[in-house]
């Protein structure tokens, strides 16, 4: 099944909830639709179903024009961060109903390893009330992971699970979606999300979609700054500096030596991810020195706040560190894991990266 939005926008009053956008999300495959809260996610994803009508433009499905046609007449799968069941119905009666619709044999089996991979085996002769919420979530999952849709639209369905469960489900659901042939749309907000779920991704913010293509391109060479922001968990390093004859300047700090277009020149800005920051120094780095405003562990990271002469800077540190308030530090990065971003905030240099990397 081939999914196309055609030049499509939605407004409600005098609001514009989506500006004029036009996708084809990978046939087969997961594209994940990546912004902050209220960046366009759940209106596009509306579209997509069928359960509005965008203002102008087109909703296609294999060439055919469908945007008028109502969600009961589309094999579709949906489900919202709200979880939706069957009240009167038990966990098992809730996951087979798309199984007894369409008449199928094995319904029990199937469900049973839906329930397994999701972890609710164990709650299959309850009804939804007897749950958690996030136990009621992975019902609504697994019913519409049995329901086989062509066109699957996930929206952000893990957001009410707990930090352990989350992490083991995504990789669950990779490995489900690897072996199914659905299109596959998921939203979320989380950059890391995006990156284990692999596949394709359109960054969205602020009702406008700024970027489609394989993830892997997208996060290494994002084409604008409010991409390369979207898109990076902690937020990029971001330096103000000044472009000239293929260096860079940076406001109140050293010099950086680029592979900069000669079209490039004037105010830039500087991104270093987190992860290219280190308190080990390697051959040909650049040196900041700072003190340590915050340090935090998250998993098995450390995350260092650092107030430097070209602003604050957070490096992201594998395994566990421990740092005084207030101490002196000095952070390395190398000149080659530089983005640049132009006077007009488009990329303009990105850190060389492999296909599959």
Not at 223 to 247: C, E, I, K
Not at 286 to 311: M, P, Q, R, W, Y
Request: aromatic fraction near 6%; avoid cysteine; glycine fraction near 10%.
């Amino acid at each position: 099944m081939q999914l196309t939005l055609e030049r499509v926008t939605k407004k409600v009053g005098a609001h514009t909830w989506l500006y004029e956008q036009s996708i084809v999300p990978k046939s087969g495959a997961v594209t994940v639709l990546l912004g902050a809260t209220q960046a366009g996610k759940t209106s596009l994803m509306r579209l997509m179903a069928g359960l509005d009508t965008p203002s102008t433009g087109r909703v296609l499905v294999d060439g055919k024009d469908v945007t008028g046609t109502p969600v009961r007449e589309r094999n579709v799968a949906m489900v919202y961060q709200q979880f939706i069941n069957y009240p009167s119905l038990k966990v098992f009666d809730n996951i087979a109903s798309p199984l007894k619709l369409r008449g199928e044999s094995n319904i029990e089996a199937r469900v049973k390893a839906l329930a397994d991979k999701l972890h609710i085996g164990m709650f299959l002769d309850r009804l939804p009330a007897e749950l958690s919420g996030g136990q009621q979530q992975r019902v609504a999952l697994a019913r519409a992971l049995a329901k086989n849709a062509p066109l699957m639209l996930l929206d952000e369905p893990l957001v009410n699970l707990d930090y352990k469960l989350r992490e083991g489900l995504r990789e669950e659901l990779t490995q489900l979606f690897a072996t199914g042939d659905s299109t596959v749309i998921y939203a979320t907000t989380e950059p890391g999300e995006a990156l284990l779920l692999g596949g394709y991704t359109a960054v969205m913010d602020a009702g406008e979609l700024l970027q489609y293509g394989p993830t892997a391109e997208v996060f290494h060479a994002p084409q604008s700054l409010r991409v390369a922001r979207a898109f990076s968990d902690p937020p990029m390093n971001l330096l103000a500096g000044t472009a000239t004859a293929g260096r860079v300047q940076l406001a109140g700090g050293p010099a950086l030596t680029l592979a900069l277009p000669e079209s490039v020149s004037g105010p830039v800005t500087v991104g270093l991810r987190a992860s290219a920051l280190n308190v080990g120094a390697g051959e040909g780095d650049i040196a900041l020195s700072g003190k340590v405003e915050l340090a935090e562990i998250s998993g098995s990271d450390t995350f260092v706040h650092v107030d430097t002469a070209v602003g604050e800077l957070v490096a992201q540190l594998t395994g566990v560190h421990r740092f005084e308030l207030g101490a002196a530090i000095t952070l390395y990065f190398s000149a080659s894991q530089a983005y640049v971003f132009d006077a007009s905030e488009k990329l303009a240099l990105a850190p060389a990266w492999r296909k599959g990397s």
